[in-house]
Each structure stands twice: as structure tokens, then as C-alpha cells.
């Protein structure tokens, strides 16, 4: 039911009821009604939980249904008519990153478009690895893929499966937690398990990634992008990873080749 989903958001959250109803401007007491199924909560009043939650889109279409209410959120292929200005953009940014790599991806983290310079990373991996779909972890993790020509492998490897730790547990999204399963048991980062779980690590600045390509080593750093305010599922779970090189040698060995 709607109220044990929304507790158990409240919970991952680490909110209380009291401090989450004052934000939505309810009392504890109906909150603790709607937790326990005393009281049926309007779609308003759902929505209104759901965003103070930072629950995802998708999750939040399954609370209204679990209420008994349809939908509010569509799910609108990236293919389709209606995203085409949407797609634009996303190719007129990649594009412009070139002849830096550039890649975005689903929420499952599969590369749905990728710019030239994303593709010389990829040289050298198993064609099994290349998909469809490509998988940005897969590739870059698998004994078969990039992790060959990684220098810093732990140091990289840790850093991202913290990252789709978080993720895991900020979206309870299924195919996340898989795809960290599968990833984490691979032979050659299995042993990392006890770091990229810990809590205590020293921050850093940024970590690099330092890739060995054609008797050089390139370093890079990534920020990532999202779509601002989405109401569609798609657009909300779509984002974009621009690799920047971490130091001036890198810029000159890709301007080169380029």
C-alpha cells in the first residue's frame, strides 16, 4: 500500500514525521494515518511527499497507483517525435565536447548516444562489451574491457562503484542494484568490495582516470549533467558524463590526434 511506500521512502530518507509534515504542511498525526493506512492520502498530498523524498519519477507514478490514482508521469521513448528538440540538444552538446569524450546515458547507465571522442575508449575491448546496449560500467570494468588499459584501476574502480552505491540507494532501482552486483564480482575488483563500502574514505578533490592508450597515459575527469525540471520519466533519468582532461599534457595529445 501507498503508506508503507511512503514510510519506507521517510525511512532512506532519514526524515521524521514530524519534520517531513511540517515541510508539507500536514499534520504528524495524519501523516502517521497515511503511513498506517488509516487514512487515505490524496494524489496532491502524495506528490507533495514524494517531492520533499526526492523520490524518482517512476516511483512516484507507483505510489499514485498504489493509492489508486493513474499516473502523472509518461514514459516518452527518447526516439520519439515530442523529444525531438530534446534529442538536438543532447547531440548539439556532445558534439560540441568533441574531441573530448562525451556519453549519455540511461539510467541503467547504457550509453544511448556517444560523440567520436567517446569512442576512442573504447579501442581495444571485447566486442561482446559493445552491446547493444553498451553499458557504461560493464565496459569499463570488465576484465575484458577497459579496466586493461586503466593505470589507477582500484583507485577508478572504487570511486565508481561508490557512486552506483549511492545511487542504488537513493533510487532502489532494481536493475542498479544488479548491475552493482554484477560489476563488484568481477575477478579483477572484487577485492575493492571493503573500500568502495566505506564511509571514513579521505575526500578528494577529483579522481582521475588514468587511461594507458597507445604508449601514453592520458588523465581525465568527468562532470555530470541532467535535464533541469523533467515531468517525463525518460528526460528524469537521463544524464550526461563529459570527460575534461585533468591536466594540459592530455589536451594536447587529443587536440593532436584529432
Not at 503508506?3 to 498525526?29: E, F, K, P
Not at 507514478?61 to 493513474?70: E, F, H, I, V
Not at 560540441?96 to 581495444?124: C, E, I, K, L, S
Not at 537513493?170 to 571493503?194: C, F
Request: net charge negative; proline share 5%.
Amino acid at each position: 500500500m501507498v503508506g508503507s511506500m511512503l514510510r519506507d521512502w521517510r525511512l532512506d530518507r532519514r526524515r521524521s514525521q514530524m519534520d517531513l509534515a511540517i515541510d508539507v504542511g500536514v499534520s504528524t498525526r495524519h501523516l502517521s494515518f497515511v503511513e498506517t493506512g488509516k487514512s487515505k492520502p490524496s494524489p496532491e498530498l502524495v506528490l507533495a511527499l514524494a517531492e520533499h523524498l526526492d523520490v524518482p519519477l517512476r516511483e512516484r507514478n507507483s505510489m499514485l497507483l498504489a493509492a489508486g490514482y493513474a499516473p502523472r508521469y509518461s514514459t516518452t521513448s527518447l526516439d520519439a517525435d515530442a523529444l525531438a528538440s530534446v534529442r538536438a540538444a543532447l547531440a548539439q552538446l556532445i558534439e560540441a565536447h568533441d574531441p573530448f569524450p562525451a556519453v549519455v546515458v540511461d539510467r541503467h547507465w547504457n550509453a544511448v548516444m556517444v560523440n567520436r571522442g567517446a569512442m576512442a575508449f573504447t579501442v581495444g575491448v571485447a566486442e561482446h562489451l559493445l552491446g547493444p546496449p553498451l553499458n557504461v560500467y560493464r565496459l569499463t570494468l570488465h576484465p575484458d574491457g577497459m579496466s586493461r588499459h586503466i593505470e589507477n584501476l582500484d583507485e577508478w574502480a572504487t570511486h565508481l562503484l561508490g557512486t552506483l552505491a549511492r545511487q542504488v540507494a537513493a533510487t532502489r532501482d532494481q536493475g542498479l542494484r544488479e548491475l552493482l552486483q554484477d560489476v563488484s564480482a568481477y575477478p579483477n575488483v572484487v577485492h575493492l568490495e571493503r573500500s568502495w563500502r566505506a564511509r571514513d574514505r579521505a575526500p578528494s578533490v577529483v579522481v582521475p582516470l588514468r587511461l594507458r592508450t597507445g604508449g601514453r597515459v592520458q588523465s581525465w575527469f568527468s562532470t555530470n549533467t541532467t535535464i533541469g525540471t523533467p515531468v517525463d520519466i525518460t528526460l528524469d533519468e537521463l544524464h550526461v558524463e563529459l570527460f575534461h582532461p585533468a591536466d594540459e599534457a592530455t589536451a594536447r595529445l587529443v587536440r593532436a590526434s584529432d
